[in-house]
């Protein structure tokens, strides 16, 4: 049997992209989610922020357009509408172990 070569320093950072494109932030409201996931995970995550592990990054239309902000994780490309900023942090705990 072949042990895996994936080693867990190895993996992809995860990468939560905020949409801060016209529609998502219409109202402000994509900046707003951008600075409270910003505030949030630099408290959750500060280790994996602070070593490249975790990543924050926005963009200007994922293309997934919906009436609310939109996020999406990398690197699984689960994308939230309007996500709960809790129900994010458990899955970036799910992508970081
Ligand atoms: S403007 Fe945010 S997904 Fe299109």
Known sequence: MTE???????????????????NCDAHGRGRALLAEVQATLSVAFPDA???????????QCLRLCTRDPVVRLEP?????SD???DELIRDISAALR
């Open 49 to 59: 922020l602070a070593d490249g592990r975790l990543k924050i990054a926005t963009r």
């Open 76 to 80: 699984s490309g689960d994308a939230f």
């Open 83 to 85: 996500p709960d900023v």
């Open 4 to 22: 895996s070569t994936a080693r867990p320093e190895n993996k992809p950072p995860a990468r939560l992209i905020v949409c801060v494109g016209p």
